[in-house]
């Protein structure tokens, strides 16, 4: 089987084929929105992931993408895509692709390699017979916009703000301001909180020039963030944020729900949840034919699961990071 890497400068069909798989592929098992191609691109070449990255496929049957983070992870590959066409299955593709991505992994000299698939059906089946371990798991969660008690939620905000007395609250759609940067960069660290079960993985630490270059990430790939930051009134210092994104480039009417952060110290002031009520309100006034947002939540985080339930996010599935000790 002829596996070649695919270069992005020249993508021709070869892209287009491989995403192709991967949409015969999620009408089968992903009851989630579906990327569009220039999101998986992104996605190919792991756009907020500071390193490299590789695209191998193997025709048109299928492929993969392995990202070599740096410099946070420079032992891990993640491997971020392993797709075969659902006509080609168990024939040994899947096999044969991931064996060259470990190969590729060692290449590079990583010592683990995470994937991450749906907990039931074949990508857990094929996952589990080539050897990864479970190490976390993910709840997708899924907000149905056009069935909001809208009346509740405003009831919801009134009560919980008398809780936030000495917050307040500003708002942005795309890019952040130059003069909101620095307080980004302190919220975007608060991220780090936020738990990785048993991954081999450590969180990256953000920089003013870093947060600069996934928000031009967002801007390049056609994504258009809606921000809302809480903050201390009597310190000014930031609180906490969340961020709702949206594909320019889909006419899918599906959000996707990003960071919620409250920082340690602002902890306790019905934050979180305001934060997320007053994004819900707002986006769904400004983009009113979004009719479903998702979001993920790592199992274990007993807090904002218990917000979103509130807010009456659903499950819609589970997901398993996975790994492979390499050496
Ligand atoms: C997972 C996937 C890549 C497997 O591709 P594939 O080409 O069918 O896999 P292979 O034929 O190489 O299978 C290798 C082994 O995995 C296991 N396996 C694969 N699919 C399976 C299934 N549906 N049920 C049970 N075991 C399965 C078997 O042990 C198989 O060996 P065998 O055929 O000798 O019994 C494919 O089903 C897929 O694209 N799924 C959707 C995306 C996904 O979940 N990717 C995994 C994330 S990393």
């Not at 049957?61 to 992870?73: K, V």
């Not at 060259?100 to 996952?127: K, Q, W, Y």
């Not at 069935?147 to 759609?173: G, S």
């Not at 660290?189 to 990256?204: F, I, K, T, V």
């Amino acid at each position: 089987m002829d596996i070649e890497r695919l270069d992005f400068s020249a993508p021709g069909g070869r892209i287009r084929g491989l995403h192709a798989a991967h949409e015969a592929s999620a009408a089968i098992d992903d009851p989630g929105p579906r990327p569009s191609l220039i999101q998986f691109v992104l996605r190919l070449q792991g756009g907020w992931i500071p390193g490299s990255n590789e695209t191998w496929t193997a025709g048109t049957t299928g492929g993969y993408s392995l990202l070599l983070p740096e410099p946070d992870n420079p032992h891990a590959a993640l491997l971020r895509l392993l797709v075969v066409h659902p006509e080609h299955r168990r024939a040994g593709t899947g096999r044969a692709l991931l064996n060259h991505a470990i190969g590729r992994a060692l290449h590079h000299n990583r010592r683990v390699i995470t994937a991450e698939c749906p907990a039931s059906g074949p990508g857990a089946d094929f996952i589990k017979a080539m050897g990864f371990t479970m190490a976390s798991a993910d709840e997708r969660r899924v907000l149905d916009l056009t069935a909001v008690p809208w009346q509740d939620f405003h009831r919801m905000r009134q009560d919980a703000v008398k809780h936030a007395d000495d917050y307040e609250f500003q708002r942005f759609v795309g890019p952040v301001h130059d003069t909101l940067l620095a307080d980004m960069t302190t919220l975007l660290n608060g991220m780090n909180d936020a738990p990785l079960g048993d991954l081999d993985l450590r969180h990256e630490h953000l920089d003013t020039v870093r947060v600069r270059e996934l928000e031009d990430v967002n801007e390049r790939f056609g994504l258009i963030t809606y921000t809302t930051i809480a903050r201390h009134k009597d310190t000014g210092e930031p609180a906490g944020y969340s961020r709702i994104f949206l594909d320019a480039t889909s006419p899918e009417p599906w959000a996707r729900q990003g960071d919620t952060v409250v920082l340690r110290k602002h902890r306790g002031h019905r934050l979180g949840l305001l934060l997320k009520l007053a994004q819900a309100q707002w986006f769904h006034s400004s983009e009113p034919y979004v009719e479903k947002i998702i979001t993920w939540n790592e199992v274990s985080n007993k807090h904002m699961i218990a917000i979103n339930e509130r807010l009456g996010f659903t499950v819609l599935d589970r997901w398993n990071h996975v790994q492979l000790r390499l050496r």
